[in-house]
């Protein structure tokens, strides 16, 4: 167990729709980390924030958004839902471990487009 | 570029030992790391490296940094059924961020 939770485990919904997924990093990281888990594209890194401002962006779509909290948890929004975004969606949290940040993954969510 | 390129499938004997290769591109990464990956489970760290180390050993891990390659491998020794997972590199880009480039992941699969 990473010590990073996300929720919900498995989502199914349908093209055009709007969805959040939340995840809480480790007690004590103040990086969370975004990335996207498909078939075609592999693991691809979304997007950073770093204590309630983002930090870097990856390859994103305009229809995704992020946010990260006081309380440090995050929500990825996914909106216009389209096949293709039916992916695993991973958080991670980091924190500096001798000079260096390691990240550490949550469990995923499991989004299904249908 | 941005490519980390991973062999796709390594097929094992159990208790034989198991190397997974990778290659990346950018010679400013850091630090690279390997994760596994189990059926329907995050990514677990395994283990790091710095980019001015040739080797770390962790128990039955032993990572092999070749820097002017740009080559990373992944021992993994007396390789148990457990092991079968896919095991991804991925290197840390410090730009304005840690962010990780990821290969396409190795599936390793472990004969009884």
């Known amino acids: 167990d990473s010590g990073v939770t996300q929720t919900p485990k498995h989502l199914i919904t349908a093209t055009g729709q709007r969805v959040t997924l939340r995840c809480s990093p480790r007690?004590?990281?103040?990086?969370v980390y975004w990335y996207q888990q498909s078939l075609d594209q592999g693991l691809q890194f979304l997007i950073q924030y770093y204590n309630g401002e983002e930090r870097a962006k990856g390859n994103i779509l305009e229809r995704f958004s992020a946010q990260q909290f006081p309380d440090l948890h995050s929500e990825l929004n996914l909106s216009s839902l389209e096949l293709g975004d039916s992916a695993l969606y991973f958080c991670a949290s980091s924190a500096r471990e001798g000079g260096q940040e390691t990240q550490y993954f949550g469990p995923g969510t499991r989004l299904l487009v249908l | 570029g941005e490519d980390v390129e991973q062999s796709l499938f390594l097929s094992v004997r159990e208790g034989d030992s198991s190397v997974i290769n990778c290659t990346y591109t950018?010679?400013?990464?850091?630090?690279l790391y390997w994760y596994k990956q189990e059926p329907g489970a995050g990514l677990q760290l395994l283990t790091y490296?710095?980019?001015?180390?040739d080797m770390k050993q962790d128990q039955r891990l032993t990572v092999l940094l070749n820097k002017k390659d740009k080559h990373l491998s992944l021992r993994i020794a007396d390789t148990q059924t457990g092991d079968s997972a896919i095991y991804f590199c991925?290197?840390?880009?410090?730009?304005?961020?840690?962010?990780?480039?990821f290969g396409s992941g190795t599936r390793l699969l472990v004969r009884p």
């Open positions: 490296i710095f980019s001015n180390m």
């Open positions: 991925a290197e840390s880009r410090m730009d304005s961020s840690y962010k990780l480039i």
């Open positions: 007690s004590g990281d103040l990086s």
């Open positions: 950018d010679s400013s990464s850091t630090y």
